[in-house]
DNA sequence: CGGGCTCCTGAGAGCGTCCTGAGAAGGCGT
DNA sequence: ACGCCTTCTCAGGACGCTCTCAGGAGCCCG
């Protein structure tokens, strides 16, 4: 299948390299410096979804397209929520593998992170959704917004002093930080938001 | 020469709708779904770029071949990259013209539709028609821009500055999108656009 | 083991955001 | 001129959000 989706996109003129499992893909995915990335979901050593997944929480945002042969609407949402930027299911016509490829192509040259992911955990800042595990989580702006930087900073340690300034523009208390953390773990769970004590916060992996 | 394209387009079957500048070719282009669209770069009060650019910002994905008159390199790689699908260099024999529409024409099996569909919920640009589950509901010129607007950002939230801005043309009190939410949900059920409180609205899948 | 510090958390007051009903002003067809 | 529809303003009120405070728990150090 990939041999002859590489060998119909070489007619059509674009330059392909192919990896034939999951940890490969990614490592070509990593240092190759594609312009778009065409990725099953089923695949030996790493599934499509982990490296995808892999990939946006190295901050990289190269387009990336999934094939699966599953159909239903979770597994959709599952793609997209992971950082896909689209999504076929097989089977599929080649022109129309073309037609989203050139669509993606011709996209903003540096589209916006979509979605952060870390973990299990997904906050989509377009449409202020969060996923705990694919199931919906209901946030007050604040909370929101302190969770946003907390999973742009992952996996290093930030301030309250920092979060301070970002999220609430300055005061002067830093309780307010605490406090809403403790309403962030009371959503959470307990272990999402670990406390480094005399640092500040950080989302584990 | 628009008007011969025209003519000539129209001896050969097709139906035409012709604009002569930027702006309100821009426009025939968002609400006249159509199958293709001839433009020119050099146009009064918008140029071709501008146009193509803002209509697949917009997710229109019409098909669109572009005409000019020059022919560096570099201006059709501008071109294409703004989201034309096709691009032609003046002068051009009116046959190879035609070949090249086919072409559009036949790309793309399963073009993204017009029609913006969220759910059971249908909006129509062209015809202003917009069904909920089949049956037709009745709004009014404010109420239909409006929709229009949060199906177009589907599915993300759309703060009450821009649908301000982007609907009303600026005015100073948000309390009006308010309001016409309001009269939105009701006719057209409560759960149909969510509250995201701090942030705006949204129109859920 | 005890003191001091950092961090957590429950309670509650105040405030802001958002919703809604009422109604005035304007446009348009009859 | 009349009635209908649309648009928009205004004010009241509900509810959720934000933040403060104070006491308590946990950690580190002497």
Redesign the pocket.
């Known amino acids: 299948m990939a041999a002859a989706i590489a060998r119909g996109l070489e007619a059509e003129g674009f330059v392909v390299d192919r990896a034939g499992d999951g940890p490969s893909g990614l490592d070509l995915a990593r240092f190759g410096g594609y312009d778009v990335v065409v990725l099953d979901i089923m695949l030996p050593g790493m599934s499509g979804y982990t490296v995808v997944r892999t990939l946006r929480a190295e901050r990289n945002w190269v387009p990336v397209l999934m094939l699966s042969a599953k159909d239903g609407e979770y597994d959709e949402a599952d793609g997209l929520d992971y950082g896909a930027d689209d999504y076929l299911t097989k089977p599929f016509s080649f022109v129309v593998l073309l037609a989203r490829l050139r669509a993606l192509l011709r996209r903003d040259p540096q589209p916006r992170p979509t979605v952060l992911v870390v973990g299990s955990l997904s906050l989509d800042p377009a449409t202020h959704v969060v996923r705990d595990a694919g199931h919906e989580v209901d946030l007050?702006?604040?909370?929101f917004l302190l969770l946003e930087h907390l999973l742009r900073a992952h996996p290093a340690v930030v301030s309250k002093e920092t979060l301070l300034e970002s999220v609430?523009g300055s005061?002067d208390?830093v309780?307010?930080v605490?406090?809403y953390?403790?309403y962030l773990?009371r959503k959470l769970g307990r272990g999402r938001i670990e406390?480094v004590?005399?640092a500040g916060y950080r989302v584990p992996s």
């Open positions: 007050s702006p604040r909370e609430w005061s208390d309780n307010v605490e406090v953390v403790g773990r406390t004590r005399g």
